[in-house]
């Protein structure tokens, strides 16, 4: 499996934005597709963005269409999410992760995950 590991979490004003990155460790990306997904306290792991190997498939939540943006360097083995006009429901643990096929927004199909980059949104 792929190790992963988070950065550039901090704490932001609403409107504001940040980019999260995600380094690949041990392997490469090589073959796998990468996500975001996110944690707020008290609620269940939710789907945010997903990316192909290649990068020319995105497919973004709803909630975050128009606003955050993902995209990959394989070169540097490195994934972001740009996340612009940040809003208070946005505070979470964000974290990236991995599958062996692209398609899936179900957090189970993911063998490989980050540690977690606290965002916290302020209003």
């Known amino acids: 499996q792929v190790q992963l590991v988070e950065s550039g979490g901090g704490l932001v004003q609403a409107g504001d934005s940040l980019r999260l990155s995600c380094a690949a460790s041990?392997?490469?990306?090589?073959?796998?597709?990468v996500a975001w997904f996110r944690q707020a306290p008290g609620k269940e792991r939710e789907f945010v963005a997903r990316i192909s190997w290649s990068g020319d498939l995105t497919y973004y939540a709803d909630s975050v269409k128009g606003r955050f943006t993902i995209s990959k360097d394989n070169a540097k083995n490195t994934m972001y999410l740009q996340m612009n006009n940040l809003k208070p429901e946005d505070t979470a643990v964000y974290y990236c992760?991995?599958?062996?096929?692209?398609?899936?927004?179900?957090?189970?199909?993911?063998?490989?995950w980050g540690q977690g980059a606290q965002v916290i949104v302020s209003s």
């Open positions: 992760a991995a599958a062996r096929f692209y398609g899936s927004s179900a957090p189970a199909d993911f063998g490989s």
């Open positions: 041990g392997r490469t990306f090589s073959g796998y597709s």
